[in-house]
């Protein structure tokens, strides 16, 4: 009992400290370990097969639009950077630097890449000639780095894992189109996967990214109130392509210039799942991205016919992803590991049980037991994986709507955000100005000028001059 | 007509200069494009997609012998290099370093991983503590960079893909069953998968790698009688584990170290596909590797009912990897693009085929043509898949057997390197100084000492004393 207390009381509560909670979780379910290097984690087993699910259904996803995988080199020489002026500007400042190649000092010095449009571009130019050409919609599974100073496991890692898609177009609405379809399908992905349900709306000039003409993004509130850009989407007009010479000859024999997009997500998002959805016991996995989604405790499990009922259960329970813990640890230990761990549902087995011709199904959200015939297990089992993930979303939405709020004066900006941890709806001009004079009397940020726009007052909340557009503000990750 | 020609003819034929039909088909079917990086290439997407079904089948093979797959930090601190000798002092001359973070010099220089031993200890000395942590089968999918001098797309790159995987065990034993056990997980992957059969057995202490007790190696003959090494398993005894200092305490309390292995295949056996089974139209696909494994192509396509045809065809093989090539261009030029790519299976399709209720299926690798009925058409597919798929193994082990031969002379030897390119089977005392004289005299390594041996003489080939092995000698890649 003292063990089994033990792993429980490794985790400081939410209410007490929502960051330590955080660093906890991710270290007592396993999911990271440090590394000797400054900011970099290593992602361990539990960890890495999220990852590995959200890379299957992403990918999935991606390949019905006709996307196509590539892989581009890791460096990029400073030339090549310095390309996109904004861009250069954007990144340059946060890369490490390759000065020396085996025992030779380096003509040039090669940057690990930070994100990889200009050697996309640089690739465009060489193979795309003619109108039968385009589009080109690749995309690459890969890490990139990023010289943070201040790092946090998933959210903010010196090196992380993402994916990076890149297309060009031969139409200006080509390239918009694309832009907003991967916005949707991250949307998507993580409303149905992941039961995040997320605010699609567009960044301000301020918050965009370094070379585009416009950034989407998909935001999310995470449990303290706090709110997490968990994607985005990028058109870059012809920019890009201008500063890299990527042109095609039309059906009239014209030199156009092609319009190109690009789109990321990273695993930042599993930063997000453990903060829409953990609790005090640990993590809280949604059904569809767990990659253990049932674990069978047996009870009294060194009694004639348990371990043997258990592996039945498992062989009947096949169709989902199922395991046994057959360790020698205690049942409330391994209970705890579950939880801590975040399997969605547990299943205990005991010679009661085997008597009964039953088994008691545990909610890990709810922690509602459910005891049920073994002879409807496998039906029941999949009712409730399902109903788990749509009660997790429906918790999620639910808890994001009661923490929006919204101002239409700076005082009531301010109380909010200083009391009440969560979005702020509030109208806007739509100037920097007003943008950076929120910031620094509240510390909240434009998260995004929403698609969903409403019409909350006719004047800027800062400024009181007309406002142009409703934006969602707040402290962010 | 002119056209269609030009794309053969782009490619050298084998026997005239079989290292530019190398490039020539690389490029042509377009598997990768150079970079503006020296040595370092873009993985295109015809390249990309053979990765990933390389990747899902090995990954399926590793996940049945319980390996699980992690992600580790992509730079090594120098030190942390530098606490295995002989890892350091073989791979240290040929590893890109990063010495400069952002705006900032670094206090210490990180290497970017050449291969992760050390970043592996390092996780596995905070990890382990008892014998309930062992075994540690873990793997993970990422790049690594060797500043290669000279360097060719797939078989040897500045920066390449690969798995590395590396564990951690009790005993020595298990240790040398594990490193075994991957091995013929890597040859039966080649052999079943990519039609490829291999030589099993252990490196020279020579060829072994840096750090390892022993190596042990799969080995290719390619088209051209040099041989590729194709994957390597290694057993580090506790050599990295006293280095490290990773123990464990057994079950009698008594601290032990653990006792080591890694494993790795790369983008390199790409390169071993193309040499093994292309010709001079380009590449030839085994089709249980292949991204596309048929080709449906419509002949007369904008005849009425043509293009209606081919799609209902598509349906009806949709079990399989299919593909209707429906652009604009000519029948004769579409079947030179699918030769080129390696798609096993054509199936052409037109309006008197339509009329005959039948189509043509043609095999890449015999350019055999079958005429077969619409009704049986998944079935004829489905067994031609397959029938190729094992013609390709056996001509592959037939040219590897024809050119195999055995010396017993030096003088037998340097006759038949320099005569007939291909694996030479000869005995060998052991002594480095042989290795190194053959190597002088002819330009062939000693690839490995296979398990199957065999007794050919009593004496070393090379300097006459009594024989310890028989070995497999050839030019490599």
């Given amino acids: 009992m003292a063990k089994e207390k033990k792993l429980v009381e490794a985790i ?20 990271i370990e440090y590394s000797s290097i400054r900011g ?28 196509e995988n590539v892989y581009m080199p890791m460096f990029i020489p400073e030339s090549l950077l310095q390309k996109e002026k904004d861009h250069v500007e954007g990144f340059a400042p946060e890369v490490a630097w390759v000065t020396q190649g085996g025992t030779e000092p380096l003509q040039e010095r090669l940057c690990v890449r930070p994100t990889s449009e200009t050697l996309f571009c640089d690739f465009y130019a060489n193979i795309i000639q003619s109108y039968r050409d385009l ?21 903010r890692s010196m090196e992380f894992l993402w994916q990076e898609g890149h297309t060009a177009h031969a139409t200006a609405e080509e390239a918009e ?13 993580c409303e149905q996967v992941l039961a995040i349900p997320m605010i699609k709306g567009r960044k301000s000039e301020k918050e965009k990214f370094a070379g585009a003409n416009a950034t989407y993004t998909i935001e999310a509130l995470m449990h303290d109130g706090k709110a997490l850009q968990s994607g985005t989407s990028h058109n870059f007009g012809d920019g890009f392509s201008k500063a890299f010479g990527i042109q095609y000859t039309d059906k009239e024999n014209k030199l156009q210039y092609v319009h190109q997009t690009s789109w990321g997500m990273s695993t930042r998002i ?29 009870i009294n499990q060194n009694k004639e016919g348990v371990m043997e009922a258990a592996l039945n259960l498992k062989e009947k329970l096949s169709e989902y992803r199922v395991k046994v813990d057959s360790s020698d640890k ?3 230990w391994k209970f705890s590991e579950q939880e801590m761990r975040g399997i969605p549902l547990r299943v205990e087995i005991g010679p009661k049980d085997i008597e009964a011709n039953q088994a008691v199904i545990v909610r890990r959200d709810t922690r509602e037991k459910i005891i049920v015939s073994l002879d409807e297990i ?29 101002a239409t004066t700076m005082e009531e900006f301010e109380k909010t955000v200083a009391e009440k941890p969560g979005f702020i709806k509030a109208m806007w001009c739509g100037d920097e100005a007003c943008e950076k004079e929120i910031k620094d009397k509240t510390g909240a940020t434009s998260r995004c000028m929403p698609f969903e726009q409403e019409h909350l007052a006719d004047n800027c909340v800062c400024c009181g001059k007309p406002a142009k557009t409703m934006a969602y503000w707040g402290k962010a990750y």
């Fill in 270 to 298: 599993i930063g997000a799942i453990i903060m829409v959805h953990g609790d005090d016991s640990g993590l809280v996995l949604p059904p569809r991205i767990a990659p253990t989604q049932v674990m069978i405790i047996p």
């Fill in 378 to 406: 496998a039906t029941k089992v999949g009712e409730t994986l399902v109903k788990m993930q749509s009660d997790m979303l429906e918790r999620a939405r639910n808890h994001r709507d009661s923490h929006t709020y919204i």
């Fill in 135 to 155: 589009p080109k919609l690749y995309n690459q599974w890969c890490s990139v780095v990023r010289w943070e100073k201040t790092t946090r496991p998933f959210l």
């Fill in 12 to 31: 400081t509560s939410m209410e007490e400290d929502f960051a330590q909670w955080y660093t906890d979780v991710v270290k007592k379910a396993e999911l």
């Fill in 40 to 67: 970099c984690m290593i992602i361990r087993p539990n960890g890495y097969a999220i990852w590995e699910n959200i890379q299957r259904e992403l990918d999935q996803a991606f390949k019905a639009t006709g996307v």
């Fill in 177 to 189: 189109e694309r832009t907003i379809q991967m916005l949707n399908v991250y949307a998507d992905f």
């Fill in 330 to 332: 205690s049942p409330g």
